[in-house]
Structure formats: structure tokens, C-alpha cells
């Protein structure tokens, strides 16, 4: 029993959650339900749960929130349900930690199949990759703290970074000139697998150069490297 992942489903929507459990259950996964967040940290702390499929649009505290929760508590790995069709709910929960998202209506063998893909690069030794909690790089007139996990201009004034901005910037300074594909900056940022995701790192690029390029459109410090990726072409200083 101790080797059959155990799955929690976190949806309100009990006509997707319970048909969809039976589904994962005949496909070898142990399924524990929940139909809000409340029952679901009920849950989380009443048993070692190896994955989290968590809905976002749920009433009361929704999965957004959860999953901020989950990251700053656990690594449990995390696919998002989603019913929208924008991409901001997307983006944010990738930003909070999230391993994966399939979008509503999905098929249950599709989200089988990522369940899969997640467990078996953690198996594989994938684990969640954390910036070092010390240490400060300069470049660029820009200073990134990571023991504060803060980045400060010229002036000491520092500009606020999303978890995943600071994650992926640090990717970056700490390996200077060097070209990396979205795949590399996923597996370094988020540790997992990568291949469906390379707009995701896209989009952070953008929010970045936003932050600390003089011209976003016209970026001199995180450059593109078409067909290969993207590189931090300026000097780092380890302070």
C-alpha cells in the first residue's frame, strides 16, 4: 500500500471530483477527496500525500490561495484544475509553485498521464530546486539578495520580485553568459517537467526586463538567444 501514490482531489464540483477519483483509482493511484480548501488542509495534515490536484475556482478560499499555502508548507507537487481560458490564472499559479495545470474540460487520461510525468521525475531525483539562502550578486547596477531574496537598484531601493521572477533571475546571475533553454530554466526554477511550459518562462522573462532593463523592448542584460534561449549577458559579481 505504502507504494501506490496517494493522490489528493481537491474540487467542489462533486459530478468532476467523484468520477474523476474513480478513474485515477483504477489507473493505481490511492485518492483521498476534498470539497473546499478547508477540508483539504483537513486533509493534508491527516495524511502523507504524494500529489495535490487542486481546483482553482472554488467557493470561500479558492485554489490560488491553497496552493500559496502548499508551497510555503511542503513540496507536494501540484497540478491546478482550470475553467478559465485566460492565461493569468495559469501563469500565477506556475508562479506560486505550481507543477503543472490542465485546463477545463480535460480528458482524465491526459491528467493521468501529467500525474505521471510529476511522480516519476520526483522519483527520478526532480526535486524542487531552492536558491541558496546566502550569498549577494551584482550586475548591472542591480544587486540580487538572496539571503532577502530581494533586488535592489543603484540607490538601495529595492523592486519587488514574485517567487518565480526571484527563482528565475537567480538562474541567471548565478550562470553569466551562459545560454539556457526554457527547458533548463524550468527544471532549474520549478523542478519538473518542463516541456509543456516554455511560455511560462517567457512571460517572467517579459516581467523582468520590465523591472530592470532600461529598454524592455530593447533588453541589454537578459538577452534572447533565438533557438537556444536566453542568457544574462553582463558581468556578475559574487559580494
Given at each position: 500500500m505504502a507504494d501506490i501514490p496517494h493522490l489528493l482531489l481537491v474540487d467542489d464540483e462533486r459530478s468532476i471530483r467523484e468520477p474523476l477519483a474513480q478513474y485515477?483509482?483504477?489507473?493505481?493511484f490511492r485518492v483521498t477527496q476534498a470539497g473546499d480548501a478547508e477540508g483539504a488542509r483537513a486533509r493534508l495534515a491527516a495524511y502523507?500525500?504524494?500529489?495535490?490536484?487542486?481546483?482553482?475556482?472554488?467557493?470561500?478560499?479558492?485554489?490560488?490561495?491553497?496552493?500559496?499555502?502548499?508551497?510555503?508548507t511542503s513540496d507536494t507537487p501540484v497540478i491546478l484544475l482550470t475553467a478559465r481560458a485566460e492565461e493569468t490564472d495559469r501563469i500565477v499559479g506556475l508562479e506560486m509553485g505550481a507543477d503543472d495545470y490542465v485546463v477545463k474540460p480535460f480528458s482524465p487520461r491526459e491528467l493521468?498521464?501529467?500525474?505521471?510525468?510529476?511522480?516519476?521525475?520526483?522519483?527520478?531525483?526532480?526535486?524542487?530546486?531552492?536558491?541558496?539562502?546566502?550569498?549577494?550578486?551584482?550586475?548591472?547596477?542591480?544587486?540580487?539578495?538572496?539571503?532577502?531574496?530581494?533586488?535592489?537598484?543603484?540607490?538601495?531601493?529595492?523592486?519587488?520580485?514574485?517567487?518565480?521572477?526571484y527563482n528565475l533571475l537567480h538562474a541567471l546571475v548565478t550562470r553569466p553568459r551562459q545560454v539556457l533553454t526554457r527547458d533548463q530554466l524550468l527544471d532549474l526554477t520549478q523542478g519538473r517537467e518542463a516541456a509543456a511550459f516554455d511560455r511560462a518562462i517567457d512571460n517572467q522573462?517579459?516581467?523582468?526586463r520590465k523591472k530592470i532593463e532600461t529598454d524592455p523592448k530593447n533588453p541589454e542584460i537578459i538577452k534572447t538567444v533565438w533557438g537556444g534561449g536566453y542568457t544574462l549577458a553582463s558581468e556578475v559579481t559574487r559580494l
Open positions: 485515477l483509482t483504477k489507473q493505481g502523507a500525500i504524494d500529489l495535490i490536484v487542486l481546483d482553482i475556482m472554488m467557493p470561500g478560499e479558492d485554489g490560488l490561495s491553497l496552493c500559496r499555502h502548499i508551497r510555503e493521468a498521464a501529467r500525474i505521471k510525468v510529476v511522480l516519476r521525475r520526483l522519483a527520478a531525483g526532480g526535486v524542487r530546486q531552492h536558491a541558496p539562502e546566502s550569498g549577494s550578486f551584482a550586475f548591472a547596477g542591480w544587486v540580487l539578495k538572496s539571503g532577502e531574496r530581494s533586488l535592489v537598484d543603484r540607490e538601495g531601493v529595492s523592486v519587488p520580485l514574485s517567487t518565480g521572477e522573462i517579459s516581467r523582468l
